[in-house]
């Protein structure tokens, strides 16, 4: 089903409910935007930290410490 047709079906059927369900509606559709707009954010942001090299020294060699790099021993 082409995304014309599901709007053209969808549309047929909210235009049969009453008011108080036409609300209901518009209230569960503007949690289903917010919510998949939420995630697309987040993606993105995921998808640019992941790319940056701001955090490439990590991938250097790690520094090894032993006792003598100790200030206190308990």
């Known amino acids: 089903m082409t995304r014309e047709a599901i709007l053209k079906s969808t549309i047929e059927?909210?235009?049969?409910l009453p008011e108080n369900k036409l609300i209901e509606v518009a209230d569960f559709t503007t949690y289903l935007v917010e919510n998949w707009e939420m995630k697309s954010l987040t993606a993105g942001i995921e998808q640019l930290a992941s790319d940056s090299e701001a955090f490439s020294f990590l991938d250097e060699e790690t520094l090894e410490y032993g006792l003598n790099d100790l200030k206190e021993r308990y």
């Open 13 to 16: 059927k909210l235009n049969k």
